[in-house]
């Protein structure tokens, strides 16, 4: 199975570029439902990050971990930031490596895309991908959108800066799509994409690093 992982800022495309992969056929994970499976309760993972934060962040009668109070204990300085992240990913790596190896042996895709929230937390796990892909669009069309989406703007430009830049995904990507334009053209950069690999069987054949799909049409 030929695997994908897909990374995008908020409101850049992602998960619409996402959904055409999937509407051609790939199988699909979400990497952010992997990480909230991964504090599920009475899990190792969730008894850790409680030691480490606290373990008043479980519900006494549900053990469900209070996602708001963990993330402004844990993102209050980057230090605790750092903390939590060494906690969660290996176990995220690990569901991440068992989702794709399950999803190898059901078989009947020839593809399978990881949908990626934050790519520079996931570094370590890009071995795991034949190739990435990322979706870009200029900041001031992500935050109309967004803004459209009813969020609003400072909350936009909170979460973007923790984001990484587009300067970071081109540099880690094997293929951009440029979504500047709109959704139609999103897709067709996707299944020109698609195509191309197809055609060559789904073997893994690199693009320049930082290539554009806009560029190549």
Not at 2 to 24: D, H, M, P
Not at 67 to 85: I, K, Q, S, W
Not at 149 to 163: C, N, T, Y
Request: glycine fraction near 10%; include cysteine; charge should be negative.
């Amino acid at each position: 199975m030929y695997k994908v992982f897909l990374a995008g800022g908020i409101a850049s495309g992602k998960s619409t570029a996402a959904r055409v992969l999937e509407g051609l056929g790939a199988r699909r994970i979400d990497l952010d439902q992997l990480s909230r499976s991964a504090l599920s309760p009475g899990s190792a993972c969730s008894a850790a990050v409680t030691s480490a934060f606290g373990e008043d962040l479980a519900d006494p009668l549900t053990g469900e971990i209070d996602r708001a109070l963990l993330a402004r204990r844990a993102f209050a300085t980057p230090v605790d930031g750092a903390r939590l992240e060494a906690i969660e990913l290996p176990f995220i790596s690990a569901a991440l490596a068992q989702a794709l190896g399950e999803e190898g042996r059901r078989g009947g895709a020839a593809v399978c895309v990881v949908e990626v929230p934050l790519l520079d937390r996931v570094e370590a796990m890009l071995p795991l991908a034949d190739e990435v892909l990322c979706v870009i669009a200029p900041l001031g069309v992500r935050r109309e959108r967004a803004r459209g989406r009813g969020m609003d703007p400072l909350d936009f430009d909170r979460r973007v800066a923790l984001q990484p830049s587009d300067e970071y995904l081109r540099s880690h990507a094997d293929v951009v799509f440029d979504n500047a334009d709109g959704e139609k053209d999103l897709a067709a950069q996707v299944r020109s994409w698609w195509d191309a690999r197809e055609r060559a069987g789904w073997r893994h054949r690199p693009a320049r690093i930082g290539s554009e799909m806009g560029d190549q049409r």
